[in-house]
């Protein structure tokens, strides 16, 4: 039997991307790299790219958990309280997967 030709046309993998909710910058200082999160006000920095971005990504995490454990004190922290919107989102993602599709990763040079 011959394969519909119009429907194996109509199969085309759709991507969707999900609206980025918090942003990472990454920049190299020397010989290390600089993760930092603006939105957080979270920073990591280490040897190699990859294991910067992902520490990022722990710390994100990390974070978020904190902030849950104290929320009665953090959401009335002037310096904090604007972060409870991200970590809702945070907590909601199951894995590294959900959370990186809310994750802007922009690379650039660091400038003193």
Known sequence: MKPNTLLEKERVPLITVSEKKLTVLV??????????????DLVTELDALPETVQDIIEAI???????????????????????LPYI???AS????????????????????
Do not use: T
Not at 27 to 40: M, Q, V
Not at 61 to 83: F, G, T, V, W
Not at 93 to 112: A, H, P, S, T
């Open 27 to 40: 920049a190299k200082d020397g010989k290390r790299y600089c993760a930092f999160c603006p939105e957080l």
């Open 61 to 83: 995490r990390d974070y978020a958990r904190e902030y849950l454990e104290n929320i009665s004190l953090y959401s009335k922290s002037p310096n904090r309280a604007h972060h």
């Open 88 to 90: 809702k989102d945070i």
């Open 93 to 112: 993602c199951k894995d590294d997967w959900e959370l990186m599709n809310f994750i802007e990763v922009r690379y650039g040079r660091l400038q003193l």
